[in-house]
């Protein structure tokens, strides 16, 4: 329990907020301990621990906004590099959005492949998966994400003509 909260306590910085997602850590642990075959269980527990407070770190109810005010902007680059900018963000914003519709091994070995850089190894250690398996929940992975990206987009463009 201490390396849980010592964990949530390093993403989050707030003390309560690291008991409660204590709390759910334990909760989404009994859910998922039957599903893999745990050799390093404190390993694992660190990592789920860790991908919980991203997850939290991640969702929309932690951005924090303001109001937007032109006149005390300025502005200090290009357009068109603002441009560049921002379409990177909302590919960003897309990606994470297909990887959370991902089915579960894709996105734990995706996460931990291409966004951790993990290797196939250890990715075997923290998921209990079998080397195969794990080369094959990557590949299915990257496909459907690159899928997902792609249906994104088209129909960000559809909605675009149908605007015009």
Known sequence: MELVYGVCLKYFKDSERSKDAVMDIFEELYKKIDRYEIENFKSWLHVLAKNHCLMQLRSPKNIKSTEFNPAIMQYGQEPHLEKE???????YIRMEHCINKLPEEQRLTIELFYLQHKCYNDIVLVTGYEWNKIRSHIQNGRRNLKKCME?????LRSKRSETR
């Not at 249906?151 to 129909?155: K, L, R």
């Open 151 to 155: 249906d994104t987009i088209n129909e």
């Open 85 to 91: 900018h921002l379409e990177k963000e909302e590919n």
